[in-house]
């Protein structure tokens, strides 16, 4: 089961861009890397997936370096509205391979 | 609008009590999934289904049971030999992945929240 490690919080302020880092080293050849947000008392949300290099959507982006042993989220400019957990999984084919780990707690300052 | 739907939003089981929450998705989804959540904590797999009559136990299933009798719902029953249920429960669903192995994403519901009397 391919297990992630993640900051455990960071800070941030409107306007910014944001990094956060996830570290995954024993990644099987066949999982994907995907990034969910979840607010409070709310069920998590997708935001975004990839298997190699970079990946781009309306809302961020993916950079997974040639080793796969680690992958960065990048929120462009984020808002008060983006402060959430974020959690960083890997798995593939056999779902249940899925394993959240605590994820990010994301804080938006004014 | 397509979506998962739980219910209830807020639930409270007696002691020695058994207690279902719903989960019902119209995303023609094959794959279900139940999650616990504890306060500041990660989601932690319970059961989850590929298909219809047929499910299998997660990291946590102990004190659990679900069915799987329609492709739409997922129940999940809460039984007295779980003696800590007080938690955020979440249901999802997913396509399965193809033969190119790609993960598809979890669609998720809005929870329940259960606690003790």
């Known amino acids: 089961l391919a297990k992630t490690t993640q900051p455990i919080s960071m800070d941030s302020y409107e306007g910014q861009e944001v990094n956060i880092t996830c570290s995954h080293n024993?990644?099987?050849?066949?999982?994907?890397i995907t990034w969910y947000q979840q607010f409070p008392s709310q069920g998590p949300r997708f935001i975004i997936q990839?298997?190699?290099t970079k990946v781009t959507n309306e809302v961020a982006s993916l950079f997974i370096p040639a080793d796969r042993k680690s992958s960065t989220l990048s929120l462009p400019r984020v808002s008060l509205s983006d402060t959430a957990v974020y959690y960083c999984?890997?798995?593939?084919?056999?779902?249940?391979?899925?394993?959240f780990g605590s994820g990010t707690k994301l804080n938006v300052k004014p | 609008d397509g979506g998962i739907t739980q219910s209830p939003k807020y639930l409270f089981r007696k002691e020695g009590q058994n207690v279902t929450l719903s989960c019902e998705q119209n995303?023609?989804?094959?794959?279900m999934y139940w999650y616990r959540q504890d306060p500041g904590q990660g989601l932690r797999l319970i059961y989850y289904?590929?298909?219809?009559?047929?499910?299998q136990k997660g990291d946590i299933a102990e004190g659990y049971s679900v069915s799987r009798e329609k492709k739409e719902s997922f129940p999940l029953t809460v039984t007295s030999a779980q003696k800590n249920p007080t938690a955020f429960y979440l249901c999802?669903?997913?396509?399965?992945?193809?033969?190119?192995?790609?993960?598809?994403?979890?669609?998720f519901g809005d929870g329940t929240r259960l606690s003790i009397l």
């Open positions: 999802a669903s997913s396509m399965l992945s193809g033969e190119d192995y790609e993960s598809q994403p979890q669609h």
């Open positions: 024993n990644i099987a050849t066949n999982d994907y």
């Open positions: 990839g298997y190699k």
């Open positions: 999984l890997v798995g593939g084919y056999n779902f249940n391979k899925f394993y």
């Open positions: 995303l023609n989804h094959d794959a």
């Open positions: 289904s590929q298909i219809v009559n047929d499910f």
